[in-house]
């Protein structure tokens, strides 16, 4: 019995090399389904989270069947046997009548052809357009002398600005295709057939006279009683950096810069009361007035919570709870828009319910997450419950944002620090023009024009005298 029992202690060394393997061989199986777990769960994940654009899914699901009843109600365009509005004459003096030759010859039998009885005339109204390219001018410009002055004294060529051969013309359609319609430079110089770097330069010496325009732009959101702020990434050279956009009413104040810290929106905002409306970053903490978050931000975490959690009846109870009283509050402005008495007690009784959710013991870390917000940062949450200007999220800010987050996309940021300046300068101006105006390269064109012949005009009240900006102040 001795014997045997010493035996079973005694390993050979096959059969420790055996359960060296098996621990190794077990500890391989465990890391892999680690990796393969991560794998499954980063292809189920969205980048972005609930943000995540559609070309930016890694999954996309198919559409799921659809009853006869919602397929009729999405299907798109007018109810069967509705009138149209029809065709809308355009505007402009009536043009002239052009007149084609009658045929003499059949296209198909080639036989002789005769008066129609009776007539068959027919008038074709069109549409067409003359042909993009820029075409070149000469101008001959005549000199005189002035004996007092002992100088030559030469007319002022109209259209243009000294020193340069762009016209103004050219400038503002180049600058509007650029930095309002997310054109590439490249193609702006295709088409208008002048070298990109001519088109370049031309847009930084735009920004210089455009320059006091926007700093007029910016007096106007600092006195605005609502602001909207929101930031996205901005490459400069190959650098990190961030674009920034202010917006109240119908300015836009753009600002790309080379940090997100909060020394930007402090050099904007300094010392300037009303309400800024933002997501919750804290690189606006410094504004001196009041906060407000953005309740759609709230309601993405709180959705995310639910996703992230499939198994926690917790979290989905408390997201099914919050989020449709997010959406309230969101819709609230447009459903009382006019009637202040019904939106201050509606908003009041949304504020309520949202506290009782937000305030009820809860035991998911989540959920308490989601809470602490609300718990935390109350003196931020409810101005819009106050005052009906404020909105309850910063969709305002977000759609400003959107041309330069479309922009990063097509050009990688920029070159330098001056088209940097360049870009910030010349999209103030110009989305500002296009929230109050239908032809920005237009109306640009008209203050360059005026420019050209009184330098010492004021180039804001050029720019945006008489628009309807609508700025509410404090």
């Given at each position: 019995?001795?014997?045997?029992?010493?035996?079973?202690?005694?390993?050979?060394?096959?059969?420790?090399g055996?359960?060296?393997e098996?621990?190794r061989?077990?500890e391989?199986?465990a890391?892999?389904?680690?990796?393969?777990?991560?794998?499954?769960?980063?292809?189920?994940?969205e980048?972005f989270?609930?943000?995540?654009?559609?070309?930016?899914?890694?999954?996309?699901?198919?559409?799921?069947?659809?009853?006869?009843?919602e397929?009729?109600?999405?299907?798109?365009?007018?109810p069967?046997?509705?009138?149209?509005?029809?065709?809308?004459t355009?505007?402009?003096a009536?043009?002239?009548?052009?007149?084609?030759?009658?045929p003499?010859?059949?296209?198909?039998?080639g036989?002789a052809?005769?008066?129609f009885p009776?007539?068959?005339?027919?008038?074709?109204?069109?549409?067409?357009?003359?042909?993009?390219?820029?075409?070149r001018?000469?101008?001959?410009?005549?000199?005189?002398?002035?004996?007092h002055c002992?100088?030559?004294?030469?007319?002022?060529v109209p259209?243009?600005?000294?020193?340069?051969r762009?016209?103004?013309n050219?400038?503002?359609?180049a600058?509007s295709?650029?930095?309002l319609?997310?054109t590439?430079?490249?193609?702006?110089?295709r088409?208008?057939?002048?070298?990109?770097?001519?088109?370049?330069?031309?847009?930084?010496?735009?920004?210089?006279?455009?320059?006091?325009?926007?700093?007029?732009?910016?007096?106007l959101?600092?006195?605005?009683a609502?602001?909207?702020?929101d930031?996205?990434p901005?490459?400069?050279?190959?650098?990190n950096?961030?674009?920034?956009?202010f917006?109240?009413g119908r300015?836009r104040?753009?600002?790309c810069?080379?940090?997100?810290a909060?020394?930007v929106?402090d050099?904007?905002?300094a010392g300037?009361g009303?309400t800024?409306?933002t997501?919750?970053?804290?690189?606006?903490?410094?504004?001196?007035?009041?906060?407000?978050y953005?309740?759609?931000?709230?309601k993405?975490?709180?959705l995310e919570?639910a996703?992230d959690?499939p198994?926690?009846?917790?979290?989905?109870a408390?997201?099914?709870?919050?989020v449709?009283?997010?959406?309230?509050a969101?819709?609230?402005?447009?459903a009382?828009?006019?009637?202040?008495?019904?939106?201050?007690?509606?908003?009041?009784?949304?504020?309520?319910?949202?506290?009782?959710?937000?305030g009820?013991?809860?035991?998911?870390?989540s959920?308490?997450?989601?809470?602490n917000?609300f718990?935390?940062?109350?003196?931020?949450?409810?101005?819009?419950?106050?005052?009906?200007?404020?909105?309850?999220e910063?969709?305002?800010?977000?759609?400003?944002?959107r041309?330069l987050a479309?922009?990063?996309?097509?050009?990688?940021?920029s070159?330098?620090a001056k088209?940097r300046?360049?870009?910030?300068?010349?999209?103030?101006?110009l989305?500002?023009?296009?929230?109050?105006c239908?032809?920005?390269?237009?109306?640009?064109a008209?203050?360059l024009?005026?420019?050209?012949?009184?330098?010492?005009?004021?180039?804001?009240?050029?720019?945006?005298?008489g628009l309807?900006?609508y700025?509410?102040?404090?």
């Amino acid at each position: 019995m001795v014997s045997q029992r010493a035996s079973q202690d005694c390993f050979c060394q096959k059969y420790l090399g055996l359960l060296a393997e098996n621990a190794r061989l077990k500890e391989e199986v465990a890391r892999l389904k680690a990796r393969l777990s991560r794998q499954e769960r980063t292809a189920r994940e969205e980048p972005f989270g609930l943000s995540t654009p559609s070309s930016q899914r890694l999954v996309k699901p198919s559409l799921p069947g659809l009853t006869e009843e919602e397929a009729r109600r999405r299907k798109g365009g007018a109810p069967a046997g509705r009138a149209g509005h029809g065709w809308k004459t355009p505007e402009g003096a009536e043009p002239e009548t052009e007149s084609l030759p009658a045929p003499d010859a059949c296209p198909r039998c080639g036989g002789a052809l005769e008066d129609f009885p009776g007539g068959a005339e027919d008038v074709r109204d069109l549409v067409d357009c003359h042909p993009l390219p820029a075409f070149r001018r000469r101008v001959r410009v005549p000199a005189r002398y002035c004996p007092h002055c002992r100088k030559p004294v030469r007319p002022r060529v109209p259209g243009v600005l000294p020193k340069t051969r762009l016209t103004n013309n050219v400038l503002a359609r180049a600058a509007s295709e650029h930095y309002l319609d997310g054109t590439p430079m490249g193609t702006a110089a295709r088409r208008l057939g002048v070298p990109k770097g001519t088109l370049l330069n031309g847009m930084h010496r735009l920004a210089a006279l455009a320059g006091p325009a926007a700093d007029g732009l910016r007096g106007l959101l600092r006195d605005a009683a609502v602001k909207h702020a929101d930031e996205t990434p901005w490459r400069t050279d190959g650098d990190n950096g961030y674009a920034w956009v202010f917006a109240a009413g119908r300015v836009r104040l753009f600002a790309c810069e080379d940090t997100r810290a909060m020394s930007v929106p402090d050099a904007v905002f300094a010392g300037c009361g009303g309400t800024l409306v933002t997501d919750r970053y804290a690189g606006y903490n410094r504004f001196a007035g009041n906060r407000n978050y953005c309740f759609e931000h709230l309601k993405r975490d709180t959705l995310e919570i639910a996703r992230d959690n499939p198994k926690s009846a917790e979290c989905a109870a408390f997201a099914d709870a919050l989020v449709p009283w997010l959406r309230a509050a969101m819709s609230l402005r447009a459903a009382c828009a006019g009637d202040r008495v019904t939106y201050l007690v509606r908003a009041a009784l949304i504020r309520r319910r949202i506290e009782d959710i937000a305030g009820a013991p809860a035991r998911h870390p989540s959920v308490q997450h989601i809470q602490n917000i609300f718990r935390e940062n109350a003196a931020r949450l409810w101005r819009w419950t106050e005052d009906p200007r404020v909105p309850a999220e910063n969709n305002a800010a977000e759609r400003a944002v959107r041309p330069l987050a479309i922009a990063r996309k097509v050009s990688h940021g920029s070159q330098s620090a001056k088209g940097r300046e360049t870009r910030s300068v010349l999209m103030s101006v110009l989305h500002t023009l296009d929230a109050c105006c239908t032809d920005p390269a237009g109306r640009l064109a008209e203050a360059l024009d005026r420019y050209a012949e009184d330098r010492a005009a004021d180039m804001f009240a050029m720019l945006f005298g008489g628009l309807p900006l609508y700025i509410p102040t404090q």
